[in-house]
């Protein structure tokens, strides 16, 4: 048996002096050293104590050493758990706790503060220059490693996602999850050997990971690969790029400079864009400035991408396209019956990239996906007579901020502690830059006025920074209907211009 995922994507390189990455500054790296790099890491896990089906904790800059390490997970059989480098260490500890890794490894500048996070297991670190006791500890062993045999149903990896209550969930994708879809993506958008991918985009999220490293490791062509989006660093190296995944945000941001013009993007021959929104008139604006229509797409977490709009045809603003090839979509009304084209209801998905449920989480796993293979995606959506998907909002309350999962109950506990606050409401509003804003509305108690930079202030240690609200505002009481419950959409459309002009 082989290991499935990592024979994929790198089997194929091993000797390879084709550029991999190409890095904003420094030497390129061809696909032969980072297939030996993994190697080396690979080894370095097994003797740390790593086993099949270990779980491998990753809170770390990107760097092509993150990358590596990444594959060296995959290829010793281990599940790689991947984190967003805003997380606070109070919030590493949920993690940690929860998915028992075996192995931590973090940014040199994190592991002061390792007592916050209490690793169970050996804790090891790696920094955005590639240096670190991970590094130092690799540098002892072989490059060759025989990959451990996985099979298509075996874990790759864990990614937290938001949960219903607030408690984060690990959605488990297994090797066949990520491997038939980066395939499905690599003729979808026509990727070949040939692609230089712009990329941009962190490599903790399935978009930067397994969407576009995946597919551009498993067509051979090379990245060019950023630590960060910079527009001034993107608008210099767009010339060498034929491609460029994005965020709404990427796009928006290189429309507010001069010198982002039709003939800088000449050579490219595909924008997409996902994690949150593009509005329609950031598409229609593009399109003039560029002659380039972007490609938007629906991905989630628990299943990769599930549409697109067309390669070759029409990409219509507004819509994510069409259920790519092998991943079916409907949408299903409350009483549990499909509706017709056209009306509003739960988008449902099934397919090979739907994941395999939540770890540790049996009832809410059964609770979003059937036994039939039907995943409740929570996104609310309808068909049109041409087939294109459109997405008109979400039947949770997750707010969607620069591409980041943002569940309010989280954020709403912790603000409903300080002083002066009866209660308080956290929404997402539309933002030009990030899809979506954190909002929180905040209901007065009677001894206290709640002061909003001071709440703002009280969550900064406390939460990721793209969880905290960018605006508080303080009401008298928060609206609710004859149940009781807090009208989130009457709050919604109450706020919808905050972030206006």
Same mark, same amino acid.
């Given at each position: 048996?082989?290991?499935? @995922?990592?024979?994929?994507?790198?089997?194929?390189? !091993?000797?390879?002096?084709?550029? =991999?990455?190409?890095? %904003?500054?420094? +030497?390129?790296?061809?696909? #032969?050293?980072?297939?030996?790099?993994?190697?080396?890491?690979?080894?370095?896990?097994?003797?740390?104590?790593?086993?099949?089906?270990?779980?491998?904790?990753?809170?770390?800059?990107?760097?092509?050493?993150?990358?590596?390490?990444?594959?060296?997970?995959?290829?010793?059989?281990?599940?790689?758990?991947?984190?967003?480098?805003?997380?606070?260490?109070?919030?590493?500890?949920?993690?940690?706790?929860?998915?028992?890794?075996?192995?931590?490894? =973090?940014?040199?500048?994190?592991?002061?503060?390792?007592?916050?996070? &209490? +690793?169970?297991?050996?804790?090891?670190?790696?920094?955005?220059?590639?240096?670190?006791?991970?590094?130092?500890?690799? !540098?002892?062993?072989?490059? #060759?490693?025989?990959?451990?045999? &996985?099979?298509?149903?075996? @874990?790759?990896?864990?990614?937290?996602?938001?949960?219903?209550? %607030?408690?984060?969930?690990?959605?488990? @994708?297994?090797?066949?999850?990520?491997?038939?879809?980066?395939?499905?993506?690599? #003729?979808?958008?026509?990727?070949?050997?040939?692609?230089?991918?712009?990329?941009? *985009?962190?490599?903790?999220?399935?978009?930067?990971?397994?969407?576009?490293?995946?597919?551009?490791?498993?067509?051979?062509?090379?990245?060019?690969?950023? +630590?960060?989006?910079?527009?001034?660093?993107?608008?210099? *190296?767009?010339?060498? !790029?034929?491609?460029?995944?994005?965020?709404? $945000?990427?796009? $928006?941001?290189? *429309?507010?400079?001069?010198?982002?013009?039709?003939?800088?993007?000449?050579?490219?021959?595909?924008?997409?864009?996902?994690?949150?929104?593009?509005?329609?008139?950031?598409?229609?604006?593009?399109? !003039?400035?560029?002659?380039?229509?972007?490609?938007?797409?629906?991905?989630?977490?628990?299943?990769?991408?599930?549409?697109?709009?067309?390669?070759?045809?029409?990409?219509?603003?507004?819509?994510?396209?069409?259920?790519?090839?092998?991943?079916? *979509?409907?949408?299903?009304?409350?009483?549990?019956?499909? @509706?017709?084209?056209?009306?509003?209801?739960?988008?449902?998905?099934?397919?090979?990239?739907?994941?395999?449920?939540?770890?540790?989480?049996?009832?809410?796993?059964?609770?979003?996906?059937?036994?039939?293979?039907?995943?409740?995606?929570?996104?609310?959506?309808?068909?049109?007579?041409?087939?294109?998907?459109?997405?008109?909002?979400? %039947?949770?309350?997750?707010?969607?901020?620069?591409?980041?999962?943002?569940?309010?109950?989280?954020?709403?506990?912790?603000?409903?502690?300080?002083? %002066?606050?009866?209660?308080?409401?956290?929404?997402?509003?539309?933002?030009?830059?990030?899809?979506?804003?954190?909002?929180?509305?905040?209901?007065?108690?009677?001894?206290?006025?709640?002061?909003?930079?001071?709440?703002?202030?009280? /969550?900064?240690?406390?939460?990721?920074?793209?969880?905290?609200?960018?605006?508080?505002?303080?009401?008298?009481? /928060?609206?609710?209907?004859?149940?009781?419950?807090?009208?989130?959409?009457?709050?919604?459309?109450?706020?919808?211009?905050?972030?206006?002009?």
């Amino acid at each position: 048996m082989s290991n499935m @995922l990592f024979d994929a994507l790198m089997d194929q390189h !091993a000797g390879s002096v084709r550029d =991999c990455l190409i890095p %904003g500054d420094g +030497p390129r790296i061809s696909y #032969d050293e980072i297939y030996r790099l993994s190697g080396r890491l690979a080894n370095l896990l097994l003797a740390e104590g790593v086993s099949p089906g270990d779980r491998v904790a990753v809170q770390v800059e990107k760097s092509p050493q993150a990358l590596a390490l990444y594959l060296a997970a995959i290829r010793a059989g281990a599940v790689f758990l991947p984190l967003n480098t805003a997380y606070t260490p109070a919030e590493i500890a949920y993690f940690v706790e929860d998915a028992q890794p075996a192995l931590v490894v =973090c940014d040199p500048a994190r592991e002061a503060r390792r007592t916050e996070f &209490r +690793p169970q297991g050996k804790l090891l670190t790696l920094g955005a220059d590639g240096n670190g006791s991970l590094m130092d500890a690799a !540098a002892a062993y072989r490059d #060759d490693h025989a990959p451990v045999a &996985r099979s298509g149903s075996d @874990l790759a990896a864990i990614l937290y996602t938001s949960g219903t209550t %607030g408690r984060s969930k690990g959605a488990m @994708l297994s090797h066949d999850n990520l491997l038939s879809n980066a395939r499905t993506l690599v #003729d979808a958008w026509r990727f070949s050997a040939d692609d230089v991918l712009l990329h941009a *985009l962190p490599i903790f999220h399935t978009h930067g990971l397994f969407v576009a490293s995946n597919v551009l490791m498993l067509a051979g062509g090379a990245m060019i690969w950023l +630590p960060k989006f910079d527009a001034a660093q993107v608008i210099g *190296l767009l010339p060498q !790029a034929s491609s460029m995944m994005g965020v709404p $945000t990427f796009y $928006t941001r290189l *429309l507010d400079r001069d010198d982002f013009t039709r003939d800088l993007v000449s050579g490219m021959r595909l924008f997409t864009s996902g994690s949150a929104p593009l509005l329609a008139e950031t598409h229609r604006e593009f399109e !003039a400035r560029t002659g380039h229509r972007i490609l938007e797409r629906y991905g989630m977490t628990e299943t990769n991408m599930n549409t697109s709009n067309p390669y070759e045809g029409e990409r219509r603003a507004g819509t994510v396209g069409f259920p790519l090839p092998g991943v079916e *979509l409907r949408i299903m009304g409350e009483e549990g019956a499909e @509706l017709p084209q056209g009306e509003i209801g739960m988008i449902e998905v099934r397919g090979s990239n739907v994941f395999q449920g939540y770890w540790r989480m049996p009832e809410k796993t059964a609770e979003e996906l059937g036994a039939d293979g039907w995943f409740k995606t929570g996104d609310l959506g309808l068909i049109d007579a041409q087939g294109y998907v459109s997405i008109v909002g979400r %039947g949770k309350d997750l707010i969607i901020s620069g591409g980041f999962n943002i569940y309010p109950k989280e954020v709403e506990l912790l603000i409903d502690e300080m002083p %002066g606050v009866l209660e308080s409401a956290v929404i997402g509003v539309p933002h030009p830059d990030f899809g979506e804003g954190v909002v929180a509305v905040v209901a007065r108690g009677r001894d206290v006025e709640p002061d909003p930079q001071a709440i703002i202030g009280g /969550l900064a240690d406390r939460l990721a920074k793209f969880k905290q609200p960018k605006k508080v505002i303080v009401v008298d009481e /928060l609206p609710r209907n004859a149940m009781g419950k807090v009208q989130k959409a009457e709050l919604r459309a109450r706020h919808e211009g905050l972030f206006a002009g």
